[in-house]
């Protein structure tokens, strides 16, 4: 009785992973193309739930930091002569230092004011990243070549950049 009472509790979990079974059988690309792009979507949507669940704050300026991240990952390899795997980690300490300060000197002044106040803030931090990462690089496409960017893998059949592999671990 309480196996038949569990089944029925989960059941859209185990409709979910069989889906994903018969999908991985099926059409083995999708999957793995499926597992890509949700692995890098958690990258991305990961810090945002963080900070609205944990801390409490509606940030809007999310996306605006990781794009300059992104630029500023770009300038390393290029000036620096960096990897840009490797000059993820300087990036990362120079963008926790900045929001460090702009929750010091912003943020901590309207964290008790409501969520439209916050709402406000970030969207104004986020104007302001936004136009001086325009003003600053332009919105001319760049890229960084690596010899490893253009390497590939094979897994059931199906072939895929190396690279991306790299989000999905």
Do not use: C
């Not at 945002?48 to 944990?54: D, P």
């Not at 390899?77 to 460090?100: A, Q």
């Not at 803030?121 to 003003?135: D, R, W």
């Amino acid at each position: 009785m309480e196996s038949i009472s569990f089944l029925k509790k989960h059941r859209n979990v185990f409709l979910l992973i069989a889906v994903i079974v018969v999908v991985a059988i099926w059409k083995p690309h999708a999957a793995i193309y499926g597992l890509q792009r949700g692995s890098l979507y958690s990258l991305v949507g990961l810090p945002l739930s963080l900070t609205l669940g944990v801390v409490g704050i509606m940030n809007l300026a999310h996306g605006d930091f990781l794009s300059l991240g992104i630029y500023f990952v770009y300038l390393f390899s290029t000036n620096l002569g960096m990897d840009p795997l490797l000059s993820i980690i300087p990036v990362f300490v120079l963008l926790f230092l900045l929001g460090v300060v702009i929750y010091k000197l912003t943020v901590t002044r309207v964290l008790k004011s409501g969520h439209l106040n916050q709402l406000l803030l970030t969207f104004g931090i986020s104007m302001i990243l936004l136009e001086a990462m325009n003003l600053i690089w332009t919105s001319r496409p760049r890229s960084v070549y690596v010899e490893y960017s253009s390497s590939s893998t094979t897994i059931a059949g199906v072939r895929f950049g190396t690279y991306e592999l790299l989000y999905v671990l």
